[in-house]
């Protein structure tokens, strides 16, 4: 009999959970900051909270006492209050249940539909895109990825998986029209397995270098020394400053930063002048080149500082073919990451040999992050 109530109480919750997502009323907005829901016992009832007293099989007394086998079946709750959330609610499930300040960002998929979503403010892309893993069914291969696209720039970039969401958006500026869109991108740490794919020889130089080869191992760990970094080197259309007109160049990235030859291949130092550095910038993707900025291929990138937010102030740069400019890329990416790209590449392989997750999980996501 104890066993039956127990079991009505429980299906009675949760039947009006579904209704309440089923009927329209899923937005988070309704209910308190994931940060306000107390954590409470699973066993005890609402009117217990005050008394401690759990509702188990051998306690009759404690039930007679507050009359709850006066009826054979107990009414379901008139409402669903927060207390009744919180046996869903997990702080080791949830991480961001701590944290007091959430904002509404937008999110579009691969199909350009756009889902609004409740988070904390120092949620990371890595937490986003498990998110919409999980609410869209996906397989987790590890290539989901959310980038950052400013249309009115016209340029995209990969949000590293350890980046805090908000301060990218804080970041892009007031004039820019910042998209997160969450898609696939199955090269985002393939440079970790196969480095010479991406880092052709005739483009880098390491002091250790042997006949010419550089060694496979050898090129991903000076990249990830914060005292060694490769030099990639090679020719560049640049676009100067407001002009129309390209000019190429040869370019060299050290540690230091981005540098450009004002005579022929010479890296004397007075020859080299200084381009550009990533210590507060980042490395985007142009798209349309040729048609917006004219450029000789469609293989343009460009670097562009956290302050900036007009296209004047972009720092465009063109490859001549897709290779050289994936080169680029990645050894801007690891210059400025170095070994924190690394911890994110092999983040997730560890997680494998953790305990799977529990069956709980996508509808807790779903209760704190209203799909609008």
């Known amino acids: 009999m104890n066993k039956t109530l127990e079991k009505i109480h429980t299906s009675g919750r949760l039947r009006q959970k579904a209704e309440i997502f089923h009927g329209g009323k899923g ?6 900051s994931p940060a306000l829901i107390p954590l409470q016992d699973p066993l005890l009832a609402p009117n217990a909270q005050e008394t401690g007293t759990k509702l188990c099989p051998g306690n009759r007394s ?7 086998l006066s009826s054979p079946v107990p009414k379901p709750y008139p409402e669903l209050l927060p207390s009744t959330l919180c046996p869903l609610v997990s702080e080791c499930l949830l ?3 701590k944290t007091s300040a959430t904002q509404v960002i937008k999110v579009y998929d691969e199909n350009n539909t756009s889902k609004a979503v409740e988070v904390p403010t120092d949620v990371t892309a890595r937490d986003i895109c498990q998110l919409f893993v999980l609410k869209n069914h996906c397989i987790d291969d590890h290539s989901w990825t959310l980038i950052e696209h400013l249309t009115q720039l016209g340029i995209e970039r990969t949000i590293e998986d350890h980046e805090y969401v908000m301060e990218v958006l804080s970041g892009g500026g007031m004039d820019t029209d910042c998209r997160l869109c969450f898609r696939k991108n199955y090269a985002k740490y393939e440079f970790f397995k196969k480095p010479l794919a991406f880092f052709p020889d005739h483009m880098v130089s390491i002091s250790t270098e042997t006949d010419g080869l550089v060694d496979h191992s050898e090129l991903i760990e000076t990249f990830l020394k914060s005292s060694t970094c490769p030099e990639i080197h090679g020719f560049l259309h640049a676009k100067e400053q407001s002009k129309k007109s390209w000019r190429k160049f040869y370019f060299v990235l050290r540690r230091s930063g981005l540098y450009f030859s004002s005579k022929g291949t010479s890296k004397e130092p007075r020859h080299l002048q200084f381009f550009a550095d990533f210590s ?12 917006l900025h004219g450029a000789p291929t469609e293989c343009a990138f460009c670097v562009k500082s956290t302050k900036c937010s ?3 102030d ?3 740069l063109c490859a001549d073919d897709e290779q050289t400019k994936t080169c680029w890329i990645t050894a801007m990416r ?5 070994m924190r790209l690394y911890q994110n590449f092999i983040q997730p392989h560890q997680k494998q040999k953790a305990s799977p997750m529990p069956l709980l999980i996508p509808f807790q996501w779903s209760l704190l992050s209203g799909i609008i």
Not at 27 to 32: E, I, L
Not at 280 to 291: E, Q, R
Request: no cysteine; hydrophobic share 40%.
């Open 334 to 338: 690891l210059l400025k990451f170095g």
């Open 314 to 316: 972009l720092k465009l």
């Open 95 to 97: 991480p961001w249940t």
């Open 310 to 312: 007009s296209a004047r």
């Open 280 to 291: 507060d910038s980042d490395v985007y993707t142009v798209l349309s080149a040729k048609k």
């Open 62 to 68: 404690a039930r007679e006492a507050d009359g709850s």
């Open 27 to 32: 937005n988070v907005s309704g209910f308190p």
